[in-house]
């Protein structure tokens, strides 16, 4: 009896696990924070009102998607082929969404916005975890860092277009976020695979198109990392066949 009230006594509590989601949702904060305020005043010099605005960080909350919407909502594009384009853009969120399955909250509702939440950024800091932190912390992680982002559009929303005037080209800020944290995982796991694929998957692709180029490079990674897949796999059969 003794023991088992040690070791309830020395497990952490929620509010340790939420303070350590936020500790950790701090740098994808100073990420977060500069795109997000360009998201906002992007959003407004297109004419996209302020609650829509707000909605597609809330509703939608996927970075390079939402930039992506602004040109396409302000032509009055249909919905299908907003749809389309998103679905495009998103899909490299499945491939986030396997190494994690096992860490998901138990609870369904949980479950379910973990999965909606799963940005590149939230994935690249719940990868870097202990594997024994992971389950506790994803849920907090995964509400602050989309904190960030709403908080962050919302005040580019109320600066408006004024800060457009002063710094153009603002929706460069994501694409430096995305090249630090790509940097930052590779320094962590140290694997020039993923690289190797991204570069390879580009460079064929611009061979075929130049307005479907987002896609078609998308469409290679993923037949590159399934043969790859598959590959592994049947190099491991036949090991195990031989002996």
């Known amino acids: 009896m003794t023991t088992r009230s040690n070791e309830l006594n020395h497990q952490p509590d929620m509010s340790y696990h939420w303070m350590e989601g936020f500790k950790k949702s701090l740098p994808v904060a100073m990420g977060y924070l500069p795109a997000g305020i360009a998201f906002g005043v992007l959003a407004q010099v297109a004419g996209i009102p302020v609650w829509a605005t707000i909605m597609l960080s809330i509703v939608l909350y996927a970075g390079a998607a939402q930039y992506a919407c602004l040109p396409m909502l302000s032509a009055g594009l249909p919905v299908g082929n907003i749809a389309t384009n998103i679905a495009a853009i998103n899909l490299r969120h499945v491939f986030y969404g396997m190494p994690l399955l096992q860490y998901l909250p138990k609870q369904k509702l949980a479950k379910t916005y973990c999965l909606f939440a799963l940005t590149d950024e939230t994935f690249s800091v719940m990868t870097s975890l202990p594997n024994e932190s992971r389950q ?88 590159l990392i399934l043969a790859r897949g598959f590959w592994i796999q049947r190099d491991m059969t036949g090991a195990n066949n031989d002996q």
């Open 136 to 223: 506790a912390l994803i849920l907090p992680i995964s509400l602050f860092n989309q904190s960030w982002w709403v908080l962050a559009s919302a005040i580019g929303v109320f600066i408006g277009s004024a800060l457009s005037d002063l710094v153009p080209h603002l929706d460069f800020a994501l694409v430096c976020l995305f090249a630090i944290l790509a940097y930052e995982q590779f320094q962590s796991i140290k694997r020039y695979f993923p690289i190797g694929i991204a570069v390879i998957s580009l460079i064929v692709a611009s061979f075929f198109t130049s307005n479907w180029l987002l896609l078609v490079a998308i469409t290679i990674c993923m037949l």
